[in-house]
């Protein structure tokens, strides 16, 4: 009946609906997807699976995800128990496909958040939120990039996948960590969580392609030297100080890094910690920004999001450094509590995409800028 | 909302004839027809507000005796209400409708659906906006195979979610297994 209605009279209809409700009608059949994907065009991202609420969210740039469906197994945990008695109906139940198996589920409601939970059995716990992920990509028309956020004390339950676009882990245990990224394939952006556990400067993290570190008080001089991924972003390190970027940088320049594209320090505003702008340039041989020789916006090679007070890619007018062996040039921006540093391995970079934005809600009520599409 | 309804009762200069598909006649005080879109431009194109003006009957070919009863009733209910404003549409799931509403649409859902197309074809935004919030309430909080119950959709999905992966049985996997949830171990006693 519904899919007869004039689209009008549908999308009023769909508006009025949660996103959990748009799944499930889009799994009704081929005309009801049709009609979510339809309805949905733009209005999200991304989806992410996220381990510490064990849901499914779908995400639209700037804004955090909204949550979809929570799974949950008949593993025993403490928050399954509290989930499992506060329903009492268990008539309604859902299939999904995974991987050639059947993967029955039943369904409860949240208490609070009016979400659906899907229950499994224990040996489909890694299974179906992979099967959900792909159902959802596919109802809400999103691209199907493979974005986890989770815990490494719940291992035992990552989804069934050793390939992944976008992960954000926090982990106490540096052995258990080095484990996980030698089976696992991330193609795009890494964020860790390490948290004071010291890092070997042969550790495979240090070899992640593009990493945001949060909060890395294990951060040495050795580590900037030592990162062997394209771009690194460490926010709110705890030993770093002007000397350690000064032999940063001249180890840039003496070495032959091919492969670093930007380096990127963010000291806490509460902390006493400065770098000392005027110290770095002094022991550098840097020259003004010459437009001849490359171009004024740097551009970012990845898709990994993070906000700025200011347009961080803007480099007119910044201070350049050249690598005599080969050329290169690197733009070097200090100031008190930032340091960057963009390699331009192409000096005139097409910048039409990945410009930024002001985020819609941004913190304190002041505008920050973040690169997307 | 609800309004206080003045004794005064239309007069034969102030009333146009709509006649269904069923070809049932029906007398319409212009007041009425102020709450549809589609009458009211009608009414202003052929100046059927003007007493010297002669009304022919207007036919409404998509809408049935039934379905012109209901919303004749809908109309002198809400005769007196402020016009309708776009922005008076508030998307929301939380539903709740004026006692009288939710008798008024307490009917079949395929009845609500032909109801909702007459309030689109006649352009009657209260009605339209009212029939979909209830529609949304009658899907919302539900799985998937209550919604294809109430709206009546057939599967045309060989997989329940589709994931093109081909199809094959986990012989291990019985659905009995699953038809009484428990969690595993046991979970305490409370």
């Known amino acids: 009946m519904l899919l007869k209605l004039p689209y009008l ?26 009609l979510i994907k339809c309805f949905s065009r733009n209005k999200n991202d991304s989806s992410v699976i996220n381990l510490y609420s064990f849901c499914i969210q779908l995400q639209k740039t700037g804004f955090l995800g909204k949550d979809v469906v929570m799974w949950a197994s008949c593993y025993y ?54 099967a959900i992920y792909h159902s959802i990509c596919e109802i809400f028309s999103i691209s199907p990039i493979i974005q986890i956020k989770f815990e490494m004390s719940r291992l035992s339950e990552f989804p069934d996948t050793n390939e992944i676009d976008n992960v954000i882990i926090g982990c106490r245990d540096k052995d258990q960590i080095e484990e996980f990224l030698k089976n696992v394939i991330i193609r795009n952006a890494t964020q860790l969580w390490l948290g004071s556990c010291q890092l070997s400067v042969d550790s495979v993290i240090l070899s992640l392609e593009h990493a945001l570190f949060w909060s890395p008080k294990w951060l040495i ?11 690194a972003l460490f926010v709110d390190p705890r030993t770093i100080g002007t000397d350690d970027l000064i032999d940063f940088i001249l180890h840039w320049q003496q070495g032959k890094n091919m492969k670093l594209e930007s380096l990127v320090i963010i000291l806490n505003d509460y902390e006493s910690l400065k770098f000392d702008k005027e110290k770095v340039f002094e022991k550098l041989d840097a020259k003004p920004w010459n437009p001849e020789r490359r171009a004024g916006r740097f551009k970012k090679s990845t898709a990994m999001r993070f906000s700025f007070l200011t347009d961080f890619l803007d480099c007119t007018g910044q201070m350049d450094i050249e690598r005599e062996s080969d050329g290169l040039l690197a733009t070097v921006i200090v100031r008190e509590k930032q340091f960057f540093f963009f390699v331009w391995h192409v000096p005139f970079p097409n910048t039409s995409v990945d410009q930024p934005f002001t985020l819609p809600h941004s913190l304190a009520g002041i505008p920050q800028f973040q690169i997307g599409q | 909302m609800s309004c206080e309804e003045p004794t005064t009762s239309p007069t034969p200069e102030n009333n146009i004839t709509v006649v269904s598909s069923d070809g049932k006649e029906f007398l319409l005080d212009l007041k009425l027809t102020e709450q549809s879109e589609t009458l009211a431009r009608l009414i202003s194109n052929f100046e059927y507000d003007r007493t010297d003006v002669k009304k022919d009957p207007v036919p409404l070919g998509n809408i049935t ?17 402020p016009k309708w404003e776009q922005n008076d549409i508030h998307y929301s799931t939380s539903f709740t409708f004026e006692t009288w509403v939710e008798e008024y649409l307490n009917i079949p859902n395929n009845e609500m659906f032909e109801l909702l197309n007459a309030a689109n074809y006649l352009n009657i935004p209260r009605l339209f906006s009212t029939i979909c ?14 919604i294809r119950t109430v709206l009546n959709i057939k599967t045309d999905v060989k997989n329940d979610v589709y994931t093109g992966i081909p199809i094959q049985e986990d ?16 979970p305490p006693p409370i």
Not at chain 1, 27 to 32: I, Q
Not at chain 2, 65 to 81: C, D, G, P, V
């Open chain 1, 9 to 34: 009279a549908q999308f009023t209809i769909l508006k009025h609906l949660e996103l959990h409700d748009h799944f499930f009608l889009g799994v009704c059949s081929k005309r009801a997807r049709n």
């Open chain 2, 65 to 81: 005796s039934a379905q012109m009863q209901k919303i004749i009733e809908w109309l002198q209910h809400h005769r007196y209400y």
């Open chain 2, 133 to 146: 919030r209830i529609m949304a309430s009658r899907i919302t909080g539900k799985s998937a195979e209550q």
């Open chain 1, 221 to 231: 001089k050795e580590h900037l030297i030592s990162f062997r991924g394209q771009t």
């Open chain 2, 171 to 186: 012989s291990s996997s019985s659905e009995d297994g699953m038809s009484e949830i428990s969690l595993s171990p046991s």
């Open chain 1, 77 to 130: 945990r403490p928050e399954n128990e509290t989930l499992y008695r506060s329903n009492t109906n268990w008539n309604r139940s859902i299939i999904f496909w995974y991987k050639d198996k059947k993967i029955k589920c039943k369904i409860s409601f949240h208490s609070t958040k009016g979400i659906p939970i899907l229950w499994c059995k224990d040996k489909y716990k890694r299974m179906l939120p992979m």
